[in-house]
């Protein structure tokens, strides 16, 4: 039982360039989100999903797109990479909506320069 | 939106010492959670509140739901130098999204 699991660990962008941080977990759980963590600001939520084939935004979704095309997998994709997207990404998830049960993967820190 | 002020910001205190940290909110929530991190980790689960002055330990550690639920507090009793990290609230409101609003955090550091 892996829990939530992220990838990569680290990366290093130049601006103007996309990617996928992927995040899989393998405990059946409903809801799944993004955060990024940033010095002083806490985390703040990027977009969610309370199912496969449902996402919805949080606070800071612009720049960023997701999908949820299995329970397991919610890819976080940057379309066009820009230095304030330098931040650690987080990747969580839920059995329900109590959010208690959320597990947190390990983090991606992302730098764009 | 909802936003969540916690402080102090930082603390930097002696190994034995007792430390508190609170998180207050504009906004009512019907649960309030207390996380730990790590260095390289992500966030871990402290305590769970889920009632209106409802005190919970775990260990070293109680933290209480505020009255008004707009507020919560986190109290550490005998730090160690373990306990070095940055601690924050979260909340999480009425809606069944599982969405969770964060503070700011409170780093700690514990001099041995």
């Known amino acids: 039982n892996a829990g939530v699991t992220q990838t990569p660990k680290f990366q290093v962008l130049k601006t103007g360039q996309s990617m996928t941080l992927q995040c899989a977990q393998d405990m059946n759980h409903e809801y799944m989100s993004w955060y990024r963590q940033d010095p002083g600001m806490g985390l703040r939520l990027i977009h969610y999903?309370?199912?496969?084939?449902?996402?919805d935004q949080g606070e800071v979704p612009n720049g960023y797109n997701v999908s949820r095309s299995t329970t397991e997998d919610f890819p976080l994709r940057l379309l066009s990479a820009a230095p304030s997207q330098t931040s650690v990404y987080f990747c969580a998830s839920s059995f329900g909506q109590t959010p208690a049960g959320y597990t947190f993967g390990s983090g991606t820190r992302l730098t764009v320069v | 939106g909802q936003q969540l002020n916690q402080s102090p910001q930082s603390m930097f205190i002696q190994e034995g010492e007792d430390v508190s940290m609170n998180c207050t909110s504009s906004s009512i929530f019907n649960t309030w959670l207390w996380y730990k991190q790590e260095p390289g980790e992500g966030p871990v689960l402290l305590i769970a509140l889920y009632k209106a002055g409802e005190l919970t330990s775990n260990g070293r550690l109680t933290a209480q739901f505020g009255i008004t639920r707009k507020d919560s507090f986190l109290n550490i009793s005998a730090s160690i130098p373990s306990d070095v990290g940055i601690y924050f609230c979260?909340?999480?409101?009425?809606?069944?999204?599982?969405?969770?609003?964060f503070g700011q955090g409170t780093t700690l550091q514990v001099k041995p």
């Open positions: 999903s309370v199912g496969a084939g449902i996402t």
């Open positions: 979260a909340g999480h409101g009425s809606s069944n999204t599982g969405k969770l609003i």
